[in-house]
T-cell receptor, first 115, second 114 residues
Framework: KNQVEQSPQSLIILEGKNCTLQ??????????LRWYKQDTGRGPVSLTI?????NTKSNGRYTATLDADTKQSSLHITASQLSDSASYIC??????????????FGQGTILTVHP | DTAVSQTPKYLVTQMGNDKSIKCEQN?????MYWYKQDSKKFLKIMFS???????INETVPNRFSPKSPDKAHLNLHINSLELGDSAVYFC?????????????FGPGTRLTVT
C-alpha cells in the first residue's frame, strides 16, 4: 500500500530560526515527490517537485532533498518568517498504469513561527 | 485572476439532502481533480478527469457523482448527504496527468452536514 509519513506532526520555532521537516514514503513505482504549503483555510500550493534523478531543489528559503534509495525527503526552511506558519505536506506521485495523475499525500507537519 | 475557483466556499446542509459543488479553472488545463480533506487533514483523491473523460475513480460511494461539461469545469454532486461527508473538498487542475506536472488547487469548499 502506498503511504507517505511525515514528522514531526507539529513544530514551533522562533522567527529567524531554521527548521527541517521529514518525509518517508513507500510509493512504488516512484515518479516524483512534491512539497506543498497549505495556509489555514486555503488550498495547497506547490513549493518544489523532484524526480528520481534530482536530490535537491530550492525555492527561495525552501530547500528540499530527496534520497530515492532510502525513500526519504526533507524540507529545510531557512530564516523562518511569520508567514511560514502553515501545514507542509509531502506528496508522492506513482508512475504509470492506474496511478495516472494519482498523488499520495502525507498528513502534513504543522509549523508555527512565533515572533 | 483566480486560476481555480470553487463555489460555494461554505456549505451547511442537513442529512439526506442533495448538494453540488462547482469548480472552474481558467488555466487551459486538460486534467481536473476532486480531493477530500478530512478532519485529520489528509488529502485523498476522489476523481480525476482528463479531457472530460473519467480517469481515476477511487473508492467513493455512488452518492458522489462528478460531471465535466467541458475541460474547464468539473462539478461534484452529492446525493443523500451523510454526517461522514463533512469535510473540505478541493478541486485541482493540471496540464496532463502523468509525469512531472503542476497541480493547482482551488480554495476549497467546507461542507458541514448536520
Amino acid at each position: 500500500k502506498n503511504q507517505v509519513e511525515q514528522s514531526p506532526q507539529s513544530l514551533i520555532i522562533l522567527e529567524g530560526k531554521n527548521c527541517t521537516l521529514q518525509c518517508n514514503y513507500t510509493v512504488s513505482p516512484f515518479s516524483n515527490l512534491r512539497w506543498y504549503k497549505q495556509d489555514t483555510g486555503r488550498g495547497p500550493v506547490s513549493l518544489t517537485i523532484m524526480t528520481f534523478s534530482e536530490n535537491t531543489k530550492s525555492n527561495g528559503r525552501y530547500t528540499a532533498t530527496l534520497d530515492a534509495d532510502t525513500k526519504q525527503s526533507s524540507l529545510h526552511i531557512t530564516a523562518s518568517q511569520l508567514s511560514d506558519s502553515a501545514s507542509y505536506i509531502c506528496v508522492v506521485s506513482a508512475r504509470g498504469g492506474t496511478s495516472y495523475g494519482k498523488l499520495t499525500f502525507g498528513q502534513g507537519t504543522i509549523l508555527t513561527v512565533h515572533p | 485572476d483566480t486560476a481555480v475557483s470553487q463555489t460555494p466556499k461554505y456549505l451547511v446542509t442537513q442529512m439526506g439532502n442533495d448538494k453540488s459543488i462547482k469548480c472552474e479553472q481558467n488555466l487551459g488545463h486538460d486534467t481536473m481533480y476532486w480531493y477530500k480533506q478530512d478532519s485529520k487533514k489528509f488529502l485523498k483523491i476522489m476523481f480525476s478527469y482528463n479531457n472530460k473523460e473519467l480517469i481515476i475513480n477511487e473508492t467513493v460511494p455512488n452518492r458522489f457523482s462528478p460531471k465535466s461539461p467541458d475541460k474547464a469545469h468539473l462539478n461534484l454532486h452529492i446525493n443523500s448527504l451523510e454526517l461522514g461527508d463533512s469535510a473540505v473538498y478541493f478541486c485541482a487542475s493540471s496540464q496532463g496527468g502523468q509525469g512531472v506536472y503542476e497541480q493547482y488547487f482551488g480554495p476549497g469548499t467546507r461542507l458541514t452536514v448536520t
